[in-house]
Each structure stands twice: as C-alpha cells, then as structure tokens.
C-alpha cells in the first residue's frame, strides 16, 4: 500500500469535535486533533458515536443535531486518514487499498483493491462493516478493528468517486454558459466536520485557512456531494443498529421468564413482567407491585409511581395529561386498573 509521511502542512492542520453533553462527556473525551489523526483518536469518535445512539430511546438525552455533527467529524478526520496515506501527488490508480485481517466468524473475506473499486469489492467491504457493527453487543466485537473498516470503506468509496470524477461521468451541464473557473490564489477557509462546506467547494482543500491543494481537485463537485451524504448515511444507519440489537437481546433474556410470572400466591408480579424492550421495572427503581385479579393490585401505589409505571409499560397514554405529565383528574383508579389488567393479562387493557 503507498503511503507518505506527514507533510508540514497537513502536521499543522486542526480537526475540532462539536461540544459533548455533560452526560458524555463524563465517560468520553473528544480532544481536538492536531495534523494526522491517530487510531486512538478516531476509535474515541466511533466509541462517542455509539453512546450517543444508545440513548436514541431517550427523548431527553438523545441529540440529533450532536448526532449528525459527529457523523460529519468523523467524515472530515477520515479525509485527513485518506489524504495523509494517499498524497494527492499519487494518482489513484497506483493505489493499492489493503484491508485489514478479518476474524474467521465473519464469513467474508477481503482481499486488496488496485486502484478503484468494482461494485462487487464494494458491496463485500459494506458486508463486513455491517457484519462487524452487528456485532455490537457481543463478545466477538472488536471496536479497533471497527474503526479500520470504517477507514477502508471510506478509502475505497473515494477512490470509486476519483475514477468517476477524473472520466467525468457525472460533469453536470452548465445551462448559463460555461463555469467559471476556480481562482486558485483565493484563501479559503472549511472548518472541520462541516461536510456542506466540502461538498460546495469544486476541490477537496485542507483544513487550512491560508494555502490550497489543487492538485487534489476533482472536475466537479457532484459525486463528492453525493459520496458525503451516502457517508454520512452509512455512519448514522450503522451507529442506530446498536441499540435495536440491545432491546432485541433484552428481550430474549427476560422472554423465559413471562411463563412464571405467576407469585405463590397466584398473582402476577412486576418484578418479572418486562416492558417491550426488555426491561425489568426494578432498572428503573420501580418498586415491585402484582395483581390477584387482573383489576386491582396489592398494595397502595402513589400518582407519581402509578404514572412512572404506564410510561414504562407504556400502556393507559390516554389517562396521562401531555403538558403535566400527572394523571387526569378523577382518573386514578382507571390507571390502577390499567396496570393490574396488564400485570395479570400481560396485554394493555382496551380504552
């Protein structure tokens, strides 16, 4: 594979990550990188990347905004990858773009790419990636090897775009006469992560706000814009499939457990009654409550906990005021009603 050492402009570039939420930021550092970016510095974006769609099911803490700025971070620092291991004084077509070793649970393999890549090497080398993010809630999960993937996907996906760009297959038609051309002696400033200002440029620049590459230019900006979004989109889908992957595990574990909900008293308890994904009510600090009769529970139960446990059940939406958040007036027996019936039936009580 060629590659090149660090030249004294890319060693002085500087990618900044967006600001992280404090509930993050306690277990995640995102430091600000300085010329090429290191293994360790792009595993702590994808690490970040997934903790926050780990709370996708959370309203409260879940950020779509921070999870798009850290999608366009990652773009932009695996550019800096690309660019650092690829000069642009190479032609592409001279590159060889070597994979990393593949562990043998994952039935694809991968072999080196010469120059751009056929549809076929493409596909193979997305079937690893989602093979390995799959993985995520597993023991075979290697999130070192994730990160290389990601970075080979990248780096064939781009070669693809140079191949494509350089025979103008997709040079856009110019209604009001030819383009004018780029005024090479003109500074121009991107800052990191923002993936629009990249796309609207009609070279591929250096985070670098007094000098230019041009000769790293492609012919048009299309296929870039293109190969941005299609990135962005393959880092968000990726990232999302952890958390479905944890509720579908959760709710294997406890699914045993629906068959002897029954107490020795014959009533059905919360303590082993699991919401839809999984959870037990006691991860919430719900305490625990049953009933005899599938209409009335066993013990007295505050507004506060009775509203917690139709949200966690996520059953009686009807009875819960939207701007409060309290029950209804005159509404709390109904309530107790509705978790009794589907403690005892395990199916929400019909409104």
Known sequence: MTRAHSTSTSSSVTYSPPPLPEYL????????????????????????????????????????????????????VQMAVYRNEYPSSIFPEENTYVPPPIPSHISTSLEPVVGAPSDAELESAYGVVRAME?????????????????????????ARYMQDANQGQFTQRQPNGPPLPLNENEPLTIIPGDISDVANQQAIQYVEPTEIDSEFAPRSNDKLDKLCTLQHETNCLLRGNEE??????????????????????????????????????WMHCLEDIYSLNGSSLNRF????????????????AYLIEEETGNLKPDKQEDAKKALAYFLYYCRPLES
Do not use: M, W
């Open 25 to 76: 930021s306690t277990n995640h550092t995102l430091n600000v990188i300085v010329g090429v970016p290191k293994d360790e510095e792009v595993k702590a974006i994808h690490d970040t990347i997934r903790a926050v769609n780990s709370v996708s099911n959370f309203p409260a803490l879940y950020d779509h905004k921070l999870c798009t700025q850290l999608a366009q971070y990652l773009f932009t």
């Open 134 to 158: 799959n993985l995520a809630n597993s023991p075979f999960f290697d999130p070192v090897l994730t990160v290389k993937l990601s970075q080979h996907f990248f780096n064939i996906q781009f």
């Open 244 to 281: 479905l992957l944890r509720n579908i595990r959760q709710t294997l574990v406890g699914a045993h457990s629906k068959g002897n909900r029954f107490n020795q008293t014959g009533s059905c308890s919360s303590y082993h009654t699991i919401n839809e994904k999984g959870e037990f009510p």
């Open 301 to 316: 139960i505050v507004e506060k906990e009775l509203v917690a446990y139709l949200k966690f059940y996520d059953i009686g």
